[in-house]
């Protein structure tokens, strides 16, 4: 078993933004997701376990290593794909990854050759293995840069916001590769997008202003919820005199009719039905909770 512990981690950048505050999150094998609004912290959390930036405070150990200690405990595990991958040279994605696998430390010729076919098939870029990356759709470059971090069969794999600007047939398909990686890894997926987290990942957490506000089995936070989600169709007005009195969690356009989800731990009117909560209820209640907490 691999295990990641991150505890009290703080980081505020030169321009006075605090990314970090307090983080503290142990993370196992099987799929992680991060979840959290732009801006949230969460490539800033990614970047620090990746060693790629130091924090003001706290500490990050993988598998009992102190990784800001002995970075190269966590680099010769990890497979990271970044939110920005940066340019790619003008070689075939082939030969790329041959070359990454070389700086992964892949010595032998034949093992990286190995791995490289093995990996081109498993993302379905076989076809595509003699063109340049530079002339892929982002779904493909999505799918060569997991390729990249599976080279040199990481312990840990990290994927910050992946799906971001996919249409919905490569995000599906790019979710699907994702769910594919092994049980006996860490995958940490950080997302802005409910529905990645839910049915893919066995564990999350929520992330806000820095904070964790939330964290657990995504279907056991789903069950606190229970009985608490009422639903009601509104119109415009009814709507803005509401939201003085009911706890609105989110408002959706169904059919050009505004259908409102509120929490209440019992109907809030005749005219609601309980409705069954689900992991956008979860996410936009924790938001909701700590902006209060904070303000209070
Ligand atoms: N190098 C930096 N210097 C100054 N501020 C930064 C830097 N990197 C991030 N920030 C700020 O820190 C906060 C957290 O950013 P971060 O990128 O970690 O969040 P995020 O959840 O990954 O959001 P996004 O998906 O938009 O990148 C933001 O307010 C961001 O503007």
């Known amino acids: 078993m691999n295990t990641l512990k991150i505890e009290n981690l703080t980081k505020t950048y030169a321009n006075g933004v605090k990314a970090l505050d307090g983080v503290t999150l142990t993370i196992t094998n099987g799929m992680f997701g991060l979840l959290g609004a732009n801006g949230a912290g969460k490539s800033s959390l990614m970047r620090t376990i990746a060693t790629l930036q130091q924090p003001d405070q706290g500490m990050v150990s993988f598998n009992e290593h102190h990784i800001q200690q002995k970075p190269e405990e966590i680099r010769k595990w990890l497979g990271y794909l970044p939110q920005e991958f940066g340019v790619y040279p003008k070689v075939s994605a082939e030969k790329l990854l ?10 032998s010729k034949t093992e990286r050759k190995n791995q490289v076919e093995s990996l081109l098939q498993q993302t379905n870029l076989y076809t ?8 892929f759709s982002g779904g493909m470059r999505q799918r060569f840069g997991i390729a990249q971090a599976l080279l040199g069969a990481p312990k ?3 994927v910050d916001e992946p799906t971001a600007g996919l249409d919905p047939e490569e995000r599906n398909r790019f979710l699907n590769l994702l769910s594919e990686i092994g049980e006996n890894v860490i995958v940490i997926l950080s997302t802005h997008i409910v529905e990645d987290v839910h049915g893919l990942c066995s564990k999350m957490a929520i992330m806000d202003s820095g904070r964790i506000i939330k964290a657990g ?6 069950a606190e919820l229970e009985g608490q989600v009422w639903i009601r169709v509104m119109d415009k007005a009814q709507l803005q005199s509401s939201r003085q009195c009911l706890n ?4 959706r356009l169904v059919s050009g009719k505004t259908q409102v989800r509120v929490r ?12 069954t909560p689900g992991l956008e209820d979860v996410y936009f209640t924790s938001i909701y909770d700590n902006k209060n907490f904070v303000n209070q």
């Open 128 to 135: 595509h293995r003699k063109k340049s990356v530079h002339t």
């Open 248 to 251: 609105v969690i989110s408002t």
């Open 264 to 275: 209440s731990s019992s109907a809030p009117g005749y005219d609601f039905e309980p409705g």
């Open 217 to 222: 089995e995504p279907a056991e936070l789903v």
């Open 156 to 158: 840990i794999i990290i």
């Open 98 to 107: 041959d070359h990454i696998g070389v700086l992964k430390g892949i010595s």
